[in-house]
């Protein structure tokens, strides 16, 4: 019962979808809360009659870090890391462009390794470290890639920027950003429609080159 | 205007106005917001491409979790403005008002969406979107443009153009004629296509949406859902990318406000990708028959041009395919033909270079071909014909500098060393080729309203609801007022991208510079004039004429004694208002459009290197040459046009989506299968411009590259395989086995 207590205080933490929604659905269904301490099968059959229920029932407690911050929530299952990040935190800086890792869009950074956020699950991420292009920076002062983006223009409409970012950050520590076909090379996991390539690559050289720690 | 001073102060930074926002992931695109109580819309769509909706089975999906809703033909409210087309939904008196969605049980191509489901999450909406189960009557679909595009029956004819003698190219002495084809090329923008929809009441809409257009599409929902446009808010503060895909809103706009005025719920609706495919257009599939005759010392005598492309069923789609072979070179007799071929497909839009990137692959292709056979290089051969006035209407052009891209562009990829003969060069084991195409695009200019508004402490703000897809609107826009006031561009804001705003145009065909720029100068224009009256009426400026007095870092001074001066802060502060407030509108000029031809020129050069073994094509070196009139944001349009280029690439030698010709399927609806260029497939990239201002267009000077970028390049690549080869591909992408 304490570890239902402890989930629904996150419900109604952690329900942006819906505010309060979840919590009044499963006030509402009184008997069946009961049921729940009584035996498992009952407490089975009730999630099937009573959709507040079951889907907190299916819900995963995840606890990670989240640049630099412990955070605790809540997921449905099949919710991928892309979607949580973004709907859940509202960390809306890594995009969504096509949710099947062909665009790199959605790339972050779990444990120090890039990973396309919209192919990996949600739930698999309990206690892992997660960087976003929001936890780049250091307060004011943007991160040298950043700052290699911005004065070699290296992109234009921008959305595809997070993640090409977050690559490129990799890529030189990776020590896959020697020369410019190794970029290239390293880089093609991340789509820029606006055809920003040329002066990605610029950048990544010269925050490489910069010898600044990336 | 101080000519000499024009654009901002020099030596001041030209990185874009909204850079660190993008960087830091601060940029709010239209799926990043999130209204209070929002809730999330999922598309089912049609599985077959003809035909009509016997039965929806919809109650495992209104069972399934968390599902608010279902809308679809069986339960859509009526929607005012749908309701005269509705009553006759066999006429087809709705061209460019695209499908409305959910007003009958009909099914125009595969992939339409047939219902909506509203849920509590995202997830929850897939799952029963997933559940839906729609039968059919289905009728035999008509995808294949190849079988049916010389069926004159199913041709709608769209234009005919000739000037002196029909098919004078067979009376030439030298002469090439051939067919060239383009397949359909999808948009595909990083940004998927969203909308979040929210009522207040009954009669007051804000709309977040992806849109090259606010204000259009402003109009459109206030005209379809019978509101007054002023209760209709459209924001797009950031667009992420767009191409011409958001040009118009499509059914996934009107959906989503139907949708949430149903659960009186905000709803978001963001397009899957495999959506993206079938409900935002793209480049029409295209064939060409082009001829081009010429005396033997290289003088064009004859050019045939004609074209079929496709369009949907329910509404006719035509772009200039054929436009520029009638003016882009002087040439006597022309004749050009435009037809579209209706067929059980989503409808086509323009997209980066519209028809004129088509065209000029044909075009361009072919005066190469001209070139070998005249034994002239095909640099030459443009210069033989370079067009002194505009060959259709014999107007000069405002300004021209298409001969200095030539040579600029010559000199900058290493002309000289391109073999004459075609398959003679090799390096390092691999066949080397030199190719250039060129391109135009009209350089017109349109209407907008700019407010320019200066608070007591000297900041300059300035509003239009223009969106901007990722040229650098505002970047640009706050350059030409820091020209026009003489201050740091760091005091000036562009805000943009909110129908709130004053109206501004739709962004598209390489018009926005020109069009909201010269908006942006008159209102500064006006707001320098006012201070300076201001100063003029201040202590110790008494006696001195307007003449005297200048504006200039954030201050007006005056120009003999540069010590008297006074802030602009401070001028404010003396008009006794707590900040100026000024709303200026500009639009065309008839008097320059009557007597001048307005145009933007490019000319792209490329060198590949092709393997003679597998055919693989390398991009060697690429520069690209455009007279966009002046450069207002140099920084910015290098990008614009390097960005050009890769979607010239694209064109060449990776794009091309395909339908299933017995489904009416996209068979590559992924950009898994298909293929945009990678960083992998671009190498550096030149640019030049001239960078000669056209002050006949605008008071900047400016015509635009956005276009201009893309229009013959993919040419200019067919034409170095070419010369690297010795095979003509008239089919585009070019693919390695084609050259083998």
């Known amino acids: 019962m304490k570890y239902l207590e402890v989930q629904l205080m996150h419900m109604e933490k952690h329900s942006p979808d819906c505010p309060g929604e979840s919590r009044r659905n499963f006030i509402k269904q009184t008997t069946a809360l009961t049921a729940l301490t009584v035996v498992p099968s009952v407490l089975v059959k009730a999630g099937e009659q009573h959709e507040a229920i079951a889907s907190f029932l299916e819900k995963t407690p995840l606890q990670l870090e989240v640049n630099g911050k412990t955070v605790q929530v809540l997921v449905d299952p099949g919710v991928s890391l892309l979607d949580m990040l973004r709907e859940q935190l509202g960390l809306t800086g890594t ?10 869009a959605c790339i972050v950074h779990v444990d120090g390794k890039r990973v396309n956020s919209c192919l990996s699950e949600a739930a698999e991420h309990n206690g892992k470290k997660i960087t976003t292009i929001e936890g780049l920076a250091n307060g004011d002062q943007l991160h040298p890639v950043q700052e290699a983006f911005i004065k070699h223009d290296a992109f234009q409409c921008g959305y595809c920027t997070p993640g090409q970012i977050m690559s490129a950050v990799a890529c030189i520590r990776d020590g896959q950003a020697n020369t410019p076909d190794e970029i290239r090379e390293y880089m093609s996991d991340n789509i820029c429609r606006c055809g920003a390539y040329p002066n990605i690559v610029a950048a990544i050289l010269e925050a490489k080159k910069s010898g600044q720690k990336i | 205007m101080d000519k000499e001073k024009f654009f901002t102060p020099s030596g001041e930074e030209d990185d874009r106005v909204d850079g660190i926002e993008k960087v830091t992931g601060r940029a709010k695109y239209t799926a990043d917001h999130k209204p209070e109580n929002m809730v999330y ?21 209104k069972n399934a979790p968390g599902v608010l809703e279902i809308l679809s033909h069986l339960n859509c409210p009526p929607v005012p403005g749908y309701q005269p087309w509705a009553k006759d939904p066999n006429k087809k008196g709705f061209e460019w008002r695209g499908l409305k969605p959910f007003q009958n049980n009909l099914v125009w191509y595969y992939g339409q969406p047939i219902a909506l489901v509203v849920a509590l999450t995202w997830e929850k909406a897939v799952k029963a979107a997933a559940l839906v189960k729609a039968e059919y009557v289905a009728e035999v679909a008509e995808t294949d443009f190849e079988k049916f595009r010389t069926d004159p029956s199913r041709l709608k004819p769209s234009g005919e153009y000739k000037r002196g003698e029909a098919d004078a190219f067979k009376k030439a002495e030298v002469f090439v004629e051939r067919e060239y084809h383009t397949p359909i090329e999808t948009h595909n923008p990083i940004e998927l296509h969203a909308t979040i929809a929210v009522w207040d009441g009954d009669d007051k809409l804000t709309v977040y949406d992806k849109s090259q257009g606010p204000k259009g599409t402003q109009s459109e929902l206030a005209r379809n859902f019978g509101l007054d446009e002023k209760n209709v808010r459209v924001i797009s503060k950031f667009v992420g990318g767009a191409f011409g895909s958001a040009l118009r809103s499509w059914p996934h706009v009107p959906a989503a406000c ?53 369009t949907s069923r329910y509404e006719d789609f035509r772009e200039g395919i054929v436009n520029a072979s009638q003016y882009l070179y002087d040439c006597p007799n022309v004749n050009t033909s435009y037809k579209i071929l209706p067929q059980d497909v989503n409808t086509p839009t323009w997209m980066r270079g519209p028809g004129e990137a088509t065209g000029a692959f044909a075009l361009e292709s072919a005066l190469d071909e001209l070139a070998y056979k005249l034994n002239m290089d095909p640099v030459e051969l443009r210069i033989k014909n370079y067009a002194e006035l505009h060959p259709v209407n014999k107007l000069p052009w405002t300004s021209k500098f298409l001969k200095e891209c ?114 942006v100068s008159m209102v500064c224009e006006t ?101 966009g009139g ?21 064109m060449a030698l990776t794009e091309e989506a ?49 276009e201009i970028a893309l229009i013959g390049f993919a040419a200019a690549v067919a034409n170095a395989v070419y010369n690297a080869t010795g095979k003509r591909v008239n089919r585009l992408p070019i693919k390695p086995g084609m050259l083998v």
């Not at chain 2, 598309?43 to 495992?60: C, E, P």
């Not at chain 2, 010429?294 to 064009?300: C, M, P, Q």
């Not at chain 2, 201050?487 to 109206?503: K, N, Q, V, W, Y």
């Not at chain 2, 145009?599 to 050069?605: D, G, K, L, T």
Request: glycine content about 12%; overall charge positive; aromatic content about 6%.
């Open chain 1, 95 to 104: 995009k969504k462009g096509c949710d099947q890792g062909h665009c790199g």
């Open chain 2, 258 to 310: 139907i949708a949430a005025k149903m659960v009186k719920r905000p709803v978001r609706l963001q397009l899957t990708r495999r959506q993206m495919f079938t409900m935002v257009g793209y480049r029409p599939m295209a064939w060409q028959y082009i001829a081009i005759g010429a005396s033997r010392e290289g003088k064009l005598t004859g050019i045939t041009h004609h074209a079929v492309s496709i």
């Open chain 2, 658 to 706: 395909l339908i299933d010709t017995q489904t009416g399927k996209y068979l590559t609806d992924t950009l898994g299968t298909y293929h945009v260029p990678r960083h992998r497939d671009v190498p550096f990239i030149d640019t030049w411009f001239p960078d000669k201002p056209d002050l006949l267009i605008n008071p900047m000077g400016s015509k635009g590259v956005g």
């Open chain 2, 406 to 519: 030539y040579d600029k562009g010559r000199e900058l990829v290493g002309w000289s060393k391109r073999p004459a003969v075609p398959r003679t060069l090799t390096e390092d084991g691999k066949l080397i080729g030199y190719g250039m195409g060129g391109g135009v695009f009209g350089a017109s200019r349109g209407t907008a309203a700019v407010k320019a508004v200066l608070n007591s402490e000297g900041k300059l703000t300035l509003y239009s609801a223009v969106s901007d897809m990722g040229p650098g609107t505002a970047t640009a826009m706050v350059r030409i007022a820091a020209g026009v006031m003489q201050m740091p561009a760091s005091g000036i804001r562009f805000l943009l991208g909110d129908t709130e705003f004053p109206p501004g145009p739709t962004q598209g065909g390489s018009t926005t510079t020109s069009t909201v720029g010269t908006a």
């Open chain 2, 41 to 61: 819309a999922v598309f089912v769509t049609s599985t077959i491409a003809r035909g009509a909706i016997k039965n929806l089975q919809l109650s495992d999906a």
């Open chain 2, 630 to 650: 002046k450069i207002v944001s140099p920084k910015t349009a290098r990008s614009q046009m390097i960005g050009g280029a890769v979607g010239g690439i694209g």
């Open chain 2, 527 to 627: 707001l320098k004039a006012q201070l300076i009256e201001l100063a003029q009426k201040s202590p110790g400026f008494s006696g001195l004429s307007t003449e005297e007095l200048a504006c200039g870092n954030e201050t007006v001074y005056a120009k003999k004694d540069e010590s008297k001066k006074i802030s602009l802060g401070a001028l404010v502060t003396a008009s006794g208002k707590p900040q100026l407030e000024i709303l200026k509108e500009t639009g065309p000029d008839p008097a320059v459009r009557s007597k001048y031809a307005m145009n933007s020129f490019s000319a792209h050069f490329v060198k590949v290197a092709v393997d003679p073994v597998t055919g693989a094509i390398e991009l060697k070196k690429i520069v690209c040459t455009g007279d």
